[in-house]
């Protein structure tokens, strides 16, 4: 948050912690915040269907470098442990994950922030890929977040055929209780969100009178942020943290009365 200038003085915290997730079961999470007193804002990342790999703890570490209190849950915690792709394969071979569960562990960790005495009462999400589809879910099913960051999220919009036991409804169903503004990015080459599918889910949200601001990219598909993947376009993704800086710092500096 702010300017940076080269005389300020700079300090982290990172590590993983437990935190309480859906069912009263116990989840890892990874935790990074800014030393200092606060009080800071937070922010919850619900990691990408590919798991709670390294680069969802850098963003985590990122968002702490930009004043934030950051926490990343492990979503798969229930499938056990091993490298993310083993775990995401476990997860995968099972089904997938129940939308209940990640609504309840992305609360759980959004008030584990809100708990915390150097936490200004005001927390965000931010997902990519499935994390994106999670807290468009979130900020639709609860009260929990005060600003959710959707990037790319798929399955947004769900066709009849495409609903499981563990996804039984399409998350634009719950487009009218959306409880806070909304941050979306998309790239015009993605299949899912396709073009068509965006602008769906933006006349959905402009005829309830949602708040939200919605920005796709050309020459951008999906996942445009990753720097690791071939999908990376530097100009898009640049372009794309910027608007979230400036979007977190508007819907989260003012603390909670």
Request: one cysteine or more.
């Amino acid at each position: 948050m702010g300017t940076y200038t080269t005389d300020m003085y700079e300090g982290m915290l990172s590590e993983t912690i437990m935190i309480d997730g859906h069912g009263g079961l116990r989840i890892n999470a990874y935790f990074a915040r800014p030393l200092g007193p606060g009080p800071f804002p937070g922010i919850v990342l619900v990691h990408h269907r590919p798991g709670w790999d390294e680069w969802y703890k850098e963003a985590t570490r990122r968002f702490a470098h930009h004043g934030y209190l950051a926490v990343c849950p492990n979503l798969y915690f229930a499938f056990g442990h091993g490298t993310p792709e083993d775990v995401t394969s476990k997860m995968r071979a099972a089904g997938g994950i129940p939308d209940d569960d990640v609504v309840a562990d992305i609360s759980g960790a959004a008030a584990y922030l809100k708990s915390m005495p150097i936490c200004n009462g005001r927390v965000a999400g931010f997902g990519s890929c499935s994390g994106g589809r999670h807290v468009f879910l979130v900020a639709c099913r609860t009260k929990a977040l005060d600003a959710a960051i959707d990037c790319w999220g798929g399955s947004v919009v769900m066709k009849k055929e495409d609903l499981t036991q563990n996804a039984p409804v399409s998350p634009l169903v719950y487009a009218g209780d959306l409880s806070c503004p909304l941050l979306g990015l998309f790239g015009e080459e993605d299949r899912n969100p396709g073009p068509e599918q965006v602008a769906q889910i933006e006349a959905e949200l402009k005829r309830l009178g949602k708040t939200y601001e919605f920005h796709s990219y050309p020459k951008a598909g999906h996942g445009f942020f990753y720097y690791h993947t071939p999908g990376y376009r530097q100009e898009q993704a640049v372009d794309g943290w910027n608007k979230i800086w400036s979007f977190i710092e508007r819907t989260l500096s003012k603390p909670s009365p």
